[in-house]
């Protein structure tokens, strides 16, 4: 299979998933999802994405965990890590452990946006509700 994926998104709640995709997708991006680790360093876009977004809690492996992994295989991967139990250590570990950014559950699609232009360089790109 000759697909190509901008972003991979590592959650293990297929409805965070499918919210995710539906507004990256809008915004012409395409986007795979896995439910795990293993499943995301198994996964064939995980070579050629820009961007990962990993849920900090997971089964097996924690977010942390993949983003350090992750960290040494592609440096230059932005990695953004997203949690439902937000504190500022939590974003501080984030941060140590690698990630790029980080996006505090529940968030909306505005902010997911502005995270994800921010990371891939996309900070011109005017949001579609924007319009003339």
Same mark, same amino acid.
């Given at each position: 299979?000759?697909?190509?994926?901008?972003?991979?998104?590592?959650?293990?709640?297929?409805?965070?998933?499918?919210? &995710?995709?539906?507004?990256?997708?809008?915004?012409?991006?395409?986007?795979?999802?896995?439910?795990?680790?293993?499943?995301?360093?198994?996964?064939?876009?995980?070579?050629?994405?820009?961007?990962?977004?990993?849920? &900090?809690?997971?089964?097996?492996?924690?977010?942390?965990?993949?983003?350090?992994?992750?960290?040494?295989?592609?440096?230059?991967?932005? &990695?953004?890590?997203?949690?439902?139990?937000?504190?500022?250590?939590?974003?501080?570990?984030?941060?140590?452990?690698?990630?790029?950014?980080?996006?505090?559950?529940?968030?909306?699609?505005?902010?997911?946006?502005?995270?994800?232009?921010?990371?891939?360089?996309?900070?011109?790109?005017?949001?579609?509700?924007?319009?003339?």
């Amino acid at each position: 299979m000759n697909e190509r994926w901008d972003v991979l998104v590592v959650d293990d709640e297929p409805v965070v998933c499918d919210a &995710i995709r539906l507004v990256l997708e809008q915004e012409g991006l395409s986007v795979a999802r896995v439910p795990d680790a293993e499943s995301a360093f198994a996964h064939p876009g995980l070579a050629t994405c820009r961007l990962v977004l990993c849920d &900090i809690m997971l089964p097996g492996w924690s977010g942390f965990d993949v983003a350090r992994d992750l960290r040494r295989r592609r440096p230059d991967l932005p &990695i953004v890590l997203i949690t439902g139990f937000a504190t500022s250590a939590i974003a501080e570990q984030a941060l140590e452990a690698g990630a790029t950014a980080f996006l505090a559950k529940p968030f909306d699609d505005t902010e997911l946006l502005q995270v994800v232009r921010q990371v891939l360089g996309l900070t011109d790109v005017a949001p579609k509700e924007n319009g003339p």
